[in-house]
């Protein structure tokens, strides 16, 4: 157990709706980041958020956006899904570099999997 | 970052010793090498990191050769539950973090 929580673990839609993420990260860690796992694409990175604010953009696209509130827990929201956005999504976390050093190791949740009908 | 080149699969015996390969030449001297591994869809299991020493821990060891380009993970007695895809990434550190850049990893399959 990583110590990264996410939910839900799956989740199924239609074409044009919303949906909401959602990621709580190992106690005390101040980085959350989102990844993205499709069948054609591999594990992409999309984004992370340190402490509250927005520290790096990947391959996001703009139907999605994501936030990371006050208690550390991050949410990703993808709306106007399409077919191909079905994929697992991955959040990961890690410490601050006072915590544990220069080596910022990322700790990954469970995923969600998320099928777009 | 440095791009990193792994085999696409690799087998294994249960019990025998596991080392999977990495090749790194374009590695800058702020960059680690770190592994991760993922078992069939569930989020990617970090297993070791190192700069230039070698390191090991309770899951692997990590061997580094001397100029940087290359580097070996070794699970020293693999089990099936070790059949997974190993990923190689070499990152450098930034404050605040930093993301991971995933490859297309090493397919280890290990066998009775």
């Known amino acids: 157990d990583s110590g990264v929580t996410q939910t839900p673990k799956h989740l199924i839609t239609a074409t044009g709706q919303r949906v909401t993420l959602r990621c709580s990260p190992r106690?005390?860690?101040?980085?959350v980041y989102w990844y993205q796992q499709s069948l054609d694409q591999g594990l992409q990175f999309l984004i992370q958020?340190?402490?509250?604010?927005?520290?790096a953009k990947g391959n996001i696209l703009e139907r999605f956006s994501a936030q990371q509130f006050p208690d550390l827990h991050s949410e990703l929201n993808l709306s106007s899904l399409e077919l191909g956005d079905s994929a697992l999504y991955f959040c990961?976390?890690?410490?601050?570099?006072?915590?544990?050093?220069?080596?910022?190791?990322?700790?990954f949740g469970p995923g969600t999997r998320l099928t777009v009908l | 970052d440095a791009k990193t080149t792994q085999p696409p699969s690799m087998d294994c015996a249960e019990g025998r010793a596991a080392n999977l390969p990495c090749n790194h030449s374009?590695?800058?001297?702020?960059?680690?090498v770190y592994w991760y591994r993922q078992i069939h869809s569930q989020g990617p299991q970090y297993i070791i990191h190192?700069?230039?020493n070698n390191e090991t821990n309770e899951m692997a060891s990590l061997i580094i050769t001397e100029d940087r380009k290359s580097s070996t993970l070794i699970l020293p007695h693999a089990t099936l539950r070790d059949t997974a895809v190993y990923y190689c990434?070499?990152?450098?550190?930034?404050?605040?973090?930093?993301?991971?850049?995933f490859g297309t990893g090493t397919q280890l399959k290990v066998e009775l």
């Open positions: 190192g700069l230039k």
């Open positions: 106690s005390g860690d101040l980085s």
């Open positions: 958020y340190y402490n509250g604010e927005e520290r």
């Open positions: 990434i070499v990152r450098p550190l930034r404050r605040g973090g930093n993301k991971l850049t």
């Open positions: 374009t590695i800058s001297g702020n960059e680690y």
């Open positions: 990961a976390s890690s410490g601050s570099i006072e915590r544990e050093g220069p080596t910022d190791t990322q700790y």
